[in-house]
Structures are given as C-alpha cells and as structure tokens.
C-alpha cells in the first residue's frame, strides 16, 4: 500500500473514531453491541485493517449515526484505488493507460467533462491524439513505444457518443483552441472535429470564454461519471473521487461554469476566430 493510500485509510479510521466518541462509547462498547472482537475496533481506527458495507453498516447504527453510512462506504470503497500511479502503469505501455477505460465509459449513461487546456479524448481527431500520446510517452520516457495501439483504443472508444441514450456535456476553456498540439494543420482538423460534434444530437459543447470570471474556471480539469465518480489527472497521477458529498461540490462547479459557457453560434464564434488566426499562418494557410 502507497503512504498516500496509508493515510487515506488512516482519514476513514479516524472518522470513525469520532463517531463513535461522539455517541460516547468505548471501543470495548461497540465491539460489544456490533459483535466485532475490540481489537478490529482498534485497527479499523488506526487505518490497518477495512471494512464491509454491511461492517459499517453496524458500525453507524450503533452509534446512532445512520445517516453517515452512504458517505463513509463511498469512501471505503475509493481508499484502495484512491490514487492510479500513471508512471507505474505505464512501464509496459501506454495501452495499459487506456484499456482500464472502456468498462467505465461502457457503463457510464453521464459524462460532464471540463478541461482547460487540451481537447478531451472522447472528441479528438486520430492526429491531435496521436500529438498527446507521443507528448506523454516522451514526459513518463517509456521503454515501449505503443502509441499506436493506445491511440487505436481511445479512438474506438469514441464510438459511445453515437450509440445508446448517452448524454454528454464538454465544457472547454477557450484555450483550448489555441493550445498548439499537433501541427498547425492537424490543428486546422481538431478545430472542424469541435463543430461537428456540436451537431451530434446528445452532445452538448461549451465554450468558456478567456474573459469568464471565477466561476468560469477552476484549478483542473475533471470528468463526472453519472453521479457516482469524479476523476481528476495530475502530471503524474489519477485522484478518483467518490464521496457523495466532495461529487456535489464538483456537480456544483461544473454547473457554475456551464453558466458562463457559450454554446451553438456563440461557440462556434470562438472556433472560428480561433481558425481564423490560424489559417494566418504561413504553416496553416499553406494546405
């Protein structure tokens, strides 16, 4: 187990501890009324050892704490996969980054997805990620180079934004038309790809202009999965987040930004200013 993953177990033990202090029972007391030997009463509240839906359950229920019980085997349940080591994962491959996808995106009816700085994956054209894998192969200095394979996976997975009853709401930072990934040509076909995903008929695009004020932006990009998962990247790592009430907070954001957003003709205003300047350049204009 990672320190990282140590001290979110750690995290859950001690909100325990406190549910159980606050009812004013010993650990003796609650081994007692839930029939656990005292000694698990101890580990689970020093983050050494976990526990069943049905454990904490019990555990709630004896201390008069019901209501806290759908939060805390939420948070249960992500400790074990609270952090995804992308660097890790991807020692045999960048395939190995994309094949743990397909099942959520399979069963996901829900995406509302942010990004500030680059196209997400679901909406690129082959080249633009084709630039991103090369990009991240090149940063995690991987001994094998799949990036034809990886790219090949994220590309059928697109196939989801015409099959079943799917809705989908991108909400994308204005930057994002003038982050140069591939070559400015390549560029060129991305910017095409964004208005003709606008016209799919469960996709909603959004565009959040450069000139939003706080509420259009936030610290990172993130995914929602219907409303039982949150996935944010960093470089290095991936944070799943699935704690009722932190899914709220970002349901909550996403919502403001969706306010700020400009959809239809306004959108497709930004993307052809973004071309336009573009097709300025010698590179661009040339094709």
Same mark, same amino acid.
């Given at each position: 187990m990672s320190s990282k993953q140590q001290k979110a177990r750690e995290a859950f033990g001690n909100?325990? @501890?406190?549910? %159980?202090?606050? /009812?004013?029972?010993?650990? +003796?007391? !609650?081994?007692?009324?839930?029939?656990?030997? *005292?000694?698990?009463i101890s580990r689970v509240e020093h983050g050494g050892q976990?526990?069943?839906?049905?454990?904490?359950?019990?555990?709630c229920a004896a201390c008069g704490a019901e209501p806290h019980a759908t939060d805390l085997i939420a948070q249960?349940?992500?400790?074990?996969?609270?952090? @995804?080591?992308? %660097?890790?994962? /991807?020692?045999?491959?960048? +395939?190995? !980054?994309?094949?743990?996808?397909?099942?959520? *995106?399979?069963?996901?009816?829900?995406?509302r997805v942010h990004e500030h700085w680059v196209v997400?994956?679901?909406?690129?054209?082959?080249?633009?990620?084709m630039a991103v894998m090369a990009h991240w192969r090149d940063i995690m200095s991987l001994p094998e180079d799949d990036t034809e394979v990886a790219n090949a996976i994220r590309?059928?997975?697109?196939?989801?934004?015409r099959l079943g009853d799917r809705r989908f709401i991108f909400l994308l930072a204005e930057q994002v038309l003038y982050s140069r990934v591939p070559s400015a040509p390549a560029m060129l076909d991305q910017l095409d790809r964004l208005a003709e995903v606008m016209r799919l008929p469960r996709v909603s695009l959004g565009?959040?202009?450069?000139?939003?004020?706080?509420?259009?932006?936030?610290?990172?990009s993130f995914w929602i999965f219907d409303d039982s998962l949150v996935q944010v990247e960093t470089l290095t790592t991936g944070?799943?987040?699935?704690?009722?009430?932190?899914?709220?907070?970002?349901?909550?954001?996403?919502?403001?930004?969706?306010?700020?957003?400009v959809f239809g003709r306004n959108a497709k205003a930004l993307i052809g200013r973004a071309r336009d300047k573009l097709l300025q350049e010698p590179a661009a204009s040339s094709t």
């Open positions: 909100r325990l @501890r406190e549910i %159980r202090l606050d /009812a004013g029972l010993s650990g +003796r007391k !609650l081994a007692s009324i839930t029939g656990f030997h *005292y000694t698990k976990s526990l069943s839906d049905a454990d904490i359950r019990m555990w249960m349940r992500a400790v074990d996969t609270l952090y @995804r080591d992308y %660097r890790h994962a /991807a020692r045999r491959g960048l +395939r190995q !980054l994309q094949e743990p996808w397909v099942a959520l *995106y399979e069963r996901t009816k829900f995406f997400p994956g679901l909406i690129q054209t082959e080249a633009y990620s590309m059928n997975r697109q196939r989801i934004l565009l959040i202009p450069a000139t939003s004020g706080l509420d259009g932006h936030s610290q990172t944070l799943d987040v699935t704690r009722p009430e932190e899914i709220e907070l970002y349901t909550a954001a996403f919502e403001r930004m969706r306010r700020t957003a």
